[in-house]
T-cell receptor, first 114, second 111 residues
Framework: DADVTQTPRNRITKTGKRIMLECSQT?????MYWYRQDPGLGLRLIYY???????NKGEISDGYSVSRQAQAKFSLSLESAIPNQTALYFC?????????????FGPGTRLTVL | SQELEQSPQSLIVQEGKNLTINCTSS?????LYWYKQKYGEGLIFLMM?????EEKSHEKITAKLDEKKQQSSLHITASQPSHAGIYLC???????????FGQGTRLTINP
């Protein structure tokens, strides 16, 4: 089974709808992240959480909100979706050990806002 | 804030040829990560470099970190179709745990 899972994998919605993307992990990591990927722009950080009670805005948080329901679950919400939020969304996790630690990525959710 | 610039943005090579992808940072590199992404899929971790001059290899892929130049390179020897995908470099700042990514390099291998 995959260590980092995302649901749904694909979603098409209309402008103005509320959307929730979910991420679950079995790696036991404290840190979780949400990124979006747009062609030619790489990955940009939306929100990150270093533990259940810690939520931080990333580079592009406007129009998004998150919820860390448990150590293993981190959800991303679009309160009122707009077309320029069409993108590939990735969840990632990392350990909280000292020094540099790599991030593990989920398979991504492809979101289309019409 | 730190920015990473990858070059080239797109690369098409004949199977069996060698190739290099570069990642240049606007600030000092403390930790540099290379990931590979198959089209439309998740990112697979390749290598992490932490020290100036550090070089790591995995199968036919070698990554180097030139701290003075604030640059890392990824070199693939004798490319194969399985090497095709998007390669992304990521960097974290001193003591930081957030990654900033380059825009990616799309690699196509022609048989």
């Amino acid at each position: 089974d995959a260590d980092v899972t995302q649901t749904p994998r694909n979603r098409i919605t209309k402008t103005g709808k509320r959307i929730m993307l979910e991420c679950s992990q079995t790696k036991g990591h404290d840190r979780m992240y949400w990124y979006r990927q747009d062609p030619g722009l790489g990955l940009r950080l939306i929100y990150y959480s270093f533990d259940v009670k810690d939520i931080n805005k990333g580079e592009i948080s406007d129009g998004y909100s998150v919820s860390r329901q448990a150590q293993a679950k981190f959800s991303l919400s679009l309160e009122s979706a707009i077309p320029n939020q069409t993108a590939l969304y990735f969840c990632a996790t990392s350990d909280s050990g000292q020094g540099r630690v790599k991030q593990f990525f989920g398979p991504g959710t492809r979101l289309t806002v019409l | 804030s730190q920015e990473l610039e990858q070059s080239p943005q797109s690369l098409i090579v004949q199977e069996g040829k060698n190739l290099t992808i570069n990642c240049t940072s606007s600030k000092t590199l403390y930790g540099l990560y290379w990931y590979k992404q198959k089209y439309g899929e998740g990112l697979i971790f390749l290598m992490m470099l932490q020290k100036g001059g550090e070089e790591k290899s995995h199968e036919k892929i070698t990554a180097k970190l030139d701290e003075k130049k604030q640059q890392s390179s990824l070199h693939i020897t004798a490319s194969q179709p399985s090497h095709a995908g998007i390669y992304l470099c990521g960097a974290d700042g001193q003591g930081a745990q957030k990654l900033v990514f380059g825009q990616g390099t799309r690699l196509t291998i022609n048989p």
